[in-house]
């Protein structure tokens, strides 16, 4: 009976992660983008 349960507990467990680890990537890029901005406006 404790198979399945872990089974299903780890299947959500990286599910979360993985979502998590989607949203970190997408925050870091949109910081990386307006640091190139800024730093492009106050080359020019």
């Keep these: 009976m404790k198979y399945p349960l872990i089974a299903i507990m780890l299947t959500l467990f990286l599910s979360g992660c993985s979502s998590t ?23 020019e």
């Design 21 to 43: 680890w989607e949203g970190v990537k997408n925050d870091s890029s949109d910081i990386w983008n307006d640091t190139k901005e800024t730093i492009h406006d106050a080359t």
